[in-house]
């Protein structure tokens, strides 16, 4: 089975495309194109249109190197200046039809975890717990696990790309100038890194191409043999200043195209020795790019890391697992009479939709489904993008009460057949106790549901055949019709 992973960074969108053989994973090709994004955002933070240029201009090569891959097979994901632009959803449609495959965008933590998946795999095995930080165009992650589990991890809005483009935008480099970047990276980790100081771990890695470059230019300039220290950073931090433009630094182990985001970098990283209290930093082969392939291959392979957040988070709220697992049973079982060929990802958000709709209860059974809706879409889970959180959290919304709540999504006919569906398995099973689905069909067609059910049952449950009629009354208010007949 081959994979590809697609990273819509900040800084550079970079591809990897791999095979899994018996459950390890084999890079076959790589490609990276610099399109400098986080540059981009206008002072609205605004994506402008010559960034947007560039990002469809490099996803469209992109794009020629996975053709003909299935979808399932294919994960792309944006980052920090995707999860900030003004214009993001935009820009999304039209890079979607670019590069033909749905592009996620992820939270910050859940990018943390994923680099932190990269990296664990590339890194020799070890029960010591490590600090894994990825220094990118518009963030920087910090992550500290043992193994392949994360322990704990978060993302700073403070990148390579923003520094440079804040404090060095001109091309001039200064001592002052050098020392407010520092300053001002130092100010977006304060108060909020205590999990990832010295004594909370044994070793420190950095991934990716900040943490690389510099690594690079301190072998190959003899500073050191490629570990980084705060002692060589000071050593390489003057050594810039001492150039005075961005377009004077040359040094051996640089790259071309480093040389724009260097300063920034630098400032980034020697704020990030100082707030962790690190004192040195060896490089991972990991990154972003791995963990998505792990993670996808997890997916594949019937391991997929959301199942388990969705089980984390029913322990985490205390909720009732065996009504849960018969909301999820009914509603997948409704879903195929209505839609017998719906897709996997349909069937997907319907189940853990249905599986996470009392959530909510532990806070307050007033609005439960209101609170539900806020707890999916506020919690960290695992493996799950921040628009797969926001389906599903408006399922949950969607399962009782007013639809006018979610009438902009139902004209979607996808999400419509899943909050049907939901509304209608949620009436089933109210009485939290198992019982059989009676033979029924049910159809669709336009703006009208159909609903057939024996007459006879229908007389044995006088309360739910009430609550069908109650739902058509709440269809009936956004333009639906819900028709039960009865035989």
């Given at each position: 089975?081959?994979?590809?992973?697609?990273?819509?960074?900040?800084?550079?969108?970079?591809?990897?495309?791999?095979?899994?053989?018996?459950?390890?994973?084999?890079?076959?090709?790589?490609?990276?194109?610099?399109?400098?994004?986080?540059?981009?955002?206008?002072?609205?933070?605004?994506?402008?249109?010559?960034?947007?240029k560039r990002a469809l201009t490099a996803l469209s090569r992109i794009a020629e190197k996975v053709q003909g891959f299935p979808p399932a097979q294919v994960r792309a994901v944006g980052t920090q200046?995707?999860?900030?632009?003004?214009?993001?959803?935009?820009?999304?449609?039209?890079?979607?039809?670019?590069?033909?495959?749905?592009?996620?965008?992820?939270?910050?933590?859940?990018?943390?975890?994923?680099?932190?998946?990269?990296?664990?795999?590339?890194?020799?095995?070890?029960?010591?717990?490590?600090?894994?930080?990825?220094?990118?165009?518009?963030?920087t992650e910090c992550v500290v696990g043992r193994g392949h589990e994360v322990l704990d991890g978060e993302s700073f809005h403070i990148g390579c790309v923003n520094t440079s483009v804040s404090f060095?935008?001109?091309?001039?480099?200064?001592?002052?100038?050098?020392?407010?970047?520092?300053?001002?990276?130092?100010?977006?980790?304060?108060?909020?890194?205590?999990?990832?100081?010295?004594?909370?771990?044994?070793?420190?890695?950095?991934?990716?191409?900040?943490?690389?470059?510099?690594?690079?230019?301190?072998?190959?300039?003899?500073?050191?043999?490629?570990?980084?220290?705060?002692?060589?950073?000071?050593?390489?931090?003057?050594?810039?200043?001492?150039?005075?433009?961005?377009?004077?630094?040359?040094?051996?182990?640089?790259?071309?195209?480093?040389?724009?985001?260097?300063?920034?970098?630098v400032a980034v990283l020697i704020a990030v020795f100082k707030k962790l209290r690190i004192d040195k930093m060896k490089v991972s082969g990991g990154a972003l790019r791995y963990g998505l392939l792990?993670?996808?291959?997890?997916?594949?392979?019937?391991?997929?890391?959301?199942?388990?957040?969705?089980?984390?988070?029913?322990?985490?709220?205390?909720?009732?697992?065996?009504?849960?697992?018969?909301?999820?049973?009914?509603?997948?079982?409704?879903?195929?009479?209505?839609?017998?060929?719906?897709?996997?990802?349909?069937?997907?958000?319907?189940?853990?939709?249905?599986?996470?709709?009392?959530?909510?209860?532990?806070?307050?059974?007033?609005?439960?489904?209101?609170?539900?809706?806020?707890?999916?879409?506020?919690?960290?889970?695992?493996?799950?993008?921040?628009?797969?959180?926001?389906?599903?959290?408006?399922?949950?919304?969607?399962?009782?009460?007013?639809?006018?709540?979610?009438?902009?999504?139902?004209?979607?006919?996808?999400?419509?057949?899943?909050?049907?569906?939901?509304?209608?398995?949620?009436?089933?099973?109210?009485?939290?106790?198992?019982?059989?689905?009676?033979?029924?069909?049910?159809?669709?067609?336009?703006?009208?549901?159909?609903?057939?059910?024996?007459?006879?049952?229908?007389?044995?449950?006088?309360?739910?055949?009430?609550?069908?009629?109650?739902?058509?009354?709440?269809?009936?208010?956004?333009?639906?019709?819900?028709?039960?007949?009865?035989?």
């Amino acid at each position: 089975m081959r994979l590809a992973a697609i990273d819509l960074g900040s800084n550079s969108f970079r591809l990897e495309i791999a095979r899994v053989e018996d459950g390890n994973i084999f890079s076959e090709c790589r490609w990276k194109e610099t399109v400098r994004l986080a540059a981009g955002l206008d002072e609205n933070g605004y994506l402008s249109e010559a960034a947007q240029k560039r990002a469809l201009t490099a996803l469209s090569r992109i794009a020629e190197k996975v053709q003909g891959f299935p979808p399932a097979q294919v994960r792309a994901v944006g980052t920090q200046t995707l999860r900030a632009a003004e214009n993001s959803a935009e820009f999304l449609v039209k890079a979607e039809k670019v590069l033909g495959y749905k592009i996620e965008i992820l939270r910050g933590k859940e990018e943390a975890r994923l680099v932190y998946m990269g990296c664990s795999f590339a890194l020799p095995a070890s029960d010591e717990i490590r600090l894994i930080v990825d220094i990118g165009g518009a963030s920087t992650e910090c992550v500290v696990g043992r193994g392949h589990e994360v322990l704990d991890g978060e993302s700073f809005h403070i990148g390579c790309v923003n520094t440079s483009v804040s404090f060095f935008k001109d091309g001039n480099i200064s001592a002052k100038s050098f020392r407010h970047a520092i300053l001002a990276a130092e100010f977006v980790l304060d108060g909020n890194v205590s999990a990832f100081t010295k004594g909370h771990w044994s070793e420190a890695y950095g991934s990716s191409g900040t943490v690389s470059a510099v690594s690079s230019i301190l072998r190959s300039n003899g500073l050191t043999d490629g570990t980084i220290t705060l002692d060589a950073l000071e050593v390489l931090k003057e050594k810039i200043i001492s150039s005075g433009r961005i377009d004077n630094l040359h040094f051996d182990g640089l790259r071309e195209d480093r040389r724009e985001v260097l300063a920034g970098g630098v400032a980034v990283l020697i704020a990030v020795f100082k707030k962790l209290r690190i004192d040195k930093m060896k490089v991972s082969g990991g990154a972003l790019r791995y963990g998505l392939l792990y993670n996808l291959a997890g997916r594949q392979l019937n391991s997929d890391p959301r199942t388990g957040s969705v089980s984390a988070l029913l322990k985490r709220t205390h909720s009732d697992e065996k009504q849960s697992e018969r909301m999820a049973s009914f509603s997948l079982q409704l879903l195929g009479l209505l839609k017998p060929h719906a897709s996997a990802e349909q069937k997907q958000a319907l189940e853990w939709a249905s599986r996470l709709y009392e959530v909510g209860l532990f806070l307050s059974r007033s609005d439960y489904h209101k609170h539900s809706e806020y707890v999916i879409r506020n919690s960290d889970l695992a493996g799950f993008s921040r628009s797969e959180q926001e389906r599903i959290a408006a399922l949950v919304l969607s399962h009782r009460g007013q639809l006018r709540k979610v009438e902009a999504q139902i004209e979607e006919k996808s999400f419509r057949e899943l909050v049907f569906v939901i509304r209608l398995a949620a009436i089933f099973v109210h009485a939290r106790h198992d019982i059989a689905l009676p033979k029924m069909s049910l159809s669709e067609a336009g703006k009208v549901f159909e609903i057939h059910l024996p007459e006879h049952w229908c007389r044995e449950h006088p309360l739910t055949k009430y609550m069908i009629e109650q739902e058509a009354l709440a269809w009936e208010k956004v333009g639906y019709q819900v028709k039960l007949s009865m035989k």
